[in-house]
């Protein structure tokens, strides 16, 4: 039984939920770059797309920029309130069902 948890709690970690949940494997290597390069790393291909697109037209490589901004924008938002709601439905399943009350007044 000690190994199935020590299993678990070596899974408790963010890389690996975030790639079960959003690909449904584990990560094949540990996530060491920080936000900011791992969304310039992302980032690269589109905008040297946009860029070969619009090599001679600032303006026109602007308005791309913001539409794609704004895309990406509307994404973030409710894919944000999707994941907010899904963490307090584990939040309360995790505390309010009464399995899990339990064990939470005992383990005081």
Do not use: H
Request: charged share 30%.
């Amino acid at each position: 039984m000690s190994t199935y948890i020590e299993d678990i709690f070596a899974r408790m970690e963010l890389g690996q939920i975030r790639e079960f949940l959003l690909r449904g494997v584990e990560p094949l290597e540990k996530e060491d770059q920080t936000y900011g390069t791992r969304l310039e790393n992302g980032r690269e291909a589109i905008y040297k797309r946009l860029q070969a697109l619009y090599p001679d037209d600032e303006d026109s490589l602007d308005e791309t920029y913001y539409d794609l901004a704004q895309a990406l924008g509307s994404y973030e938002t409710v894919f944000l309130e999707i994941g907010m709601r899904a963490g307090a439905r584990l939040i309360y399943q995790l505390l309010l069902t009464a399995e899990s009350a339990d064990w939470f007044r005992c383990s005081r």
